[in-house]
């Protein structure tokens, strides 16, 4: 195939790329030279599988498609087009003969942009691209402005969950280095335990972000249905309970256990550890400040094992309950020093899903969050 080109190549006011596919010839000729007048690039072919080769060189910004064609036709066409994710959006348009409604109805089913009853008056057909492009030149506007804003707020995260623990790690081991001779066994012991919370707070980011790979990746739910073994749920949330009372005595939080029964599960007891892990966690941190409260419940009901966490602290509004299960979303960081990269949530709900439950939220803000996790008895 002989290389494609665009029309009007020299002008520089340019309005962008249409391919545009039939296999009527004098139409063809006439709604390029309607284009061109516009100041459009065309590029033209008369089916389906050469216009797929054409934009394996060629991405064009809007694609106008006749329905029946040799080989090829406009639907095949579309769906082709539609299956690679680098051109899923780009506008589609239909042309269909007069009269055809069910090519239209088709056409809109399958998720075409628009469409253009043969003849069409040459208005129409400028009015028609030139909005369906202004639409998809915003949305992709507006989507570079969300990326530009959520590579900003990570790497405000990630400096600042990386920053902190370092700074400490690096300013305890030059104080160490200098002028360990001087110090009594107690400060030394102390400095040391600084290095060492600091360097796990590495280790769990670091290990966060490499399960969201291997669940990313499907590697997580293989696993757990694979090599799924029976889990007792109580012993295993005592023992996160027993590992987060310090970190609650030193912010003033009780938290108050109560289990009954012995639920057994069927899963993974480390990602069923680190579910608990992470609800237990937020509730500790997302106490009020001065004398916080976090009720934790393992139960049973019929046959569902049902791990509730509850806390009286700031609260989520209605709007955001959706959003905080969103990887790396965190609600007012600026507002609130809170240490997280905003995984937690994400990898518990997506944890619990794959251990065959689910995970429910109910929260008032300043009242406090209740965490209902329920999960399959074995
Ligand atoms: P992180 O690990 O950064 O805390 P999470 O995914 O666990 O991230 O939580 C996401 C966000 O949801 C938090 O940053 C916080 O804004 C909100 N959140 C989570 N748990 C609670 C809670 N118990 N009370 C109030 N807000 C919470």
Known sequence: MSEPSFTNDNDLDIQGDILLVDD?????????????????????????????????????????????MPGMDGYQFFDAVRQNPAWI????IFLTARGQQTDIRTGYSLGADDYLVKP???????????????????????TRQEVDNMKQQLITIFSHEL????????????????DHDSM??????????????????LVRLVENLMLLVRMDSGV?????????VKVELSPLLKRVVELFQPIAAMRNVDIDLQISGDPIVSGMKNYLE???????????????????????????????????????????????????FVRFEQINRHEMEQQGVGLGLTLAKNLVEFHGGSIELQ??????????????LA
């Open 24 to 68: 009527d010839l004098a139409l063809l000729e006439a709604v390029t030279d309607l284009l061109d007048v516009s100041n459009f690039h065309v590029l033209t072919a008369t089916d389906g599988e050469s216009a797929l080769a054409m934009m394996d060189d060629y991405t064009p910004d809007l694609i106008i498609s006749d329905i029946t």
């Open 89 to 92: 959006t780009i506008p589609f």
């Open 184 to 201: 009594d066994d107690r400060t030394v012991t102390q400095m040391l335990d600084e290095v060492a919370d600091g360097a796990e707070r």
């Open 220 to 228: 997580v739910g293989m696993e757990i249905s694979r090599y799924g």
């Open 274 to 324: 680190n579910v608990m892990k992470n609800l237990v966690d937020n509730g500790i941190k997302f106490c009020k400040h001065g004398r916080g409260h976090v009720q934790i419940k393992l139960e049973t009901d019929g046959d569902q094992a049902i791990l509730t966490v509850s806390d009286d602290g700031i609260g989520i509004a209605e709007a955001d309950y959706e959003r905080i």
């Open 120 to 142: 069409f008056e040459p208005d129409d057909l400028i009015i028609k691209v030139e909005a369906r492009l202004k639409r998809v030149r915003a949305i992709r506007a507006a």
């Open 163 to 178: 920053r902190t623990p370092l700074t400490c790690i690096y300013g305890y081991a030059n104080l160490l280095q200098e």
């Open 363 to 376: 929260s008032e803000v300043d009242r406090g969050s209740t965490f209902c996790v329920h999960l399959p």
